[in-house]
């Protein structure tokens, strides 16, 4: 018996053993609260900690990626070439016509997901490297289409699988809309949104009503006093003291040096005949 066929049979019965004994776990959405769980081209899983019990030095662990339509494909070629399943469909050329259909990108070593260390808070991202050009990438999903996922134990020294998860339930990617198709007029909008923007429309406009009004009736009051000759003149600072002259103790009985030149044409415009200094007054000695 060649080397090949006890490999292909070692692998057999790894399977056999591991159907025999029921194992029931399915890959499923990751539980924490994540946006985009499920986009067009990837999904977000729940990584598989405490999925298999058995101890296995070297052992990683592996996911397979498939139409939810090749399942079946996927399984058949399992057990008929398991040695050679990382192989059996690279990632670049995995959805293209009359290929199978799946890829396998690696999770990690079974040593990193103990049962000890099981937690809702981390994930794995199906799709995370885009479009990648690696035989077993983790590349993108067919855009819009339905998926399934199944984990595999794999010994990496000779490529047995020693065990598998269930398939996961169908998933449906979500599909990107056209641009063109979306209706972005009125009858899009709902019927509150259409409310409140009639509201603020209508409020906008008269607190621009009144802002022309105040406007108007101060523009109108002004032209009326200015037309019966009631518009006020800017006050004089400068040479508005209506004395004639003032001097200091020790100018007395000299000439008035501070006479105020302003003094004559203030007085004939704001002063009377009662309030003009009379002449003849004498000074008051200290």
Same mark, same amino acid.
Request: hydrophobic share 35%.
């Given at each position: 018996?060649?080397?090949n066929? #006890? =490999?292909? %049979?070692?692998?057999? +019965? !790894?399977?056999?053993?591991? *159907?025999?004994?029921? &194992? ?19 999904v ?6 405490c999925?298999f ?6 052992? #990683? =662990?592996? %996911?397979?990626?498939? +139409? !939810?339509?090749?399942?079946? *494909?996927?399984?058949? &070629?399992?057990?008929?070439s ?30 990193d ?24 990438c ?15 134990l ?30 972005d ?14 509201i ?15 406007l ?24 508005s ?40 007054i ?5």
């Amino acid at each position: 018996m060649s080397t090949n066929a #006890v =490999i292909r %049979l070692m692998s057999l +019965l !790894s399977i056999w053993m591991w *159907t025999g004994q029921g &194992q029931m776990f399915q890959p499923e959405l990751s539980p924490s609260d994540l946006q985009g769980k499920i986009t067009s081209n990837t999904v977000t899983l729940k990584q598989p900690y405490c999925v298999f019990n058995k101890t296995c030095d070297g052992c #990683v =662990i592996w %996911l397979v990626a498939a +139409l !939810s339509s090749e399942n079946r *494909t996927f399984d058949s &070629q399992l057990t008929t070439s398991a040695p050679d399943v990382l192989n059996k469909s690279p990632y670049p050329k995995a959805f293209e016509p009359l290929l199978w259909d799946f890829f396998v990108t690696k999770v990690g070593p079974l040593a990193d997901f103990p049962c000890s260390q099981s937690s809702n808070n981390v994930y794995f991202r199906v799709g995370a490297e885009g479009k990648c050009s690696g035989a077993n990438c983790n590349g993108i999903l067919p855009v819009g289409s339905n998926v399934s996922f199944k984990y595999l134990l794999i010994n990496a020294n000779n490529q047995i699988v020693l065990n598998a998860s269930d398939w996961s339930e169908s998933i449906h990617l979500k599909t990107n809309q056209n641009p063109q198709s979306i209706n972005d007029g009125l009858s899009a909008r709902s019927a509150a949104m259409i409310v409140i923007t009639s509201i603020l429309s209508v409020a906008a406009a008269l607190l621009l009503l009144m802002f022309f009004i105040m406007l108007c009736v101060a523009y109108c009051g002004r032209s009326k006093d200015i037309s019966q000759g009631q518009a006020t003149s800017p006050m004089k600072v400068m040479n508005s003291i209506r004395i004639p002259h003032y001097d200091t103790h020790s100018l007395r009985g000299k000439a008035h040096p501070y006479d105020n030149p302003g003094y004559v044409s203030e007085g004939k415009n704001y002063s009377t005949s009662e309030t003009l200094p009379k002449s003849g007054i004498q000074t008051q000695k200290l």
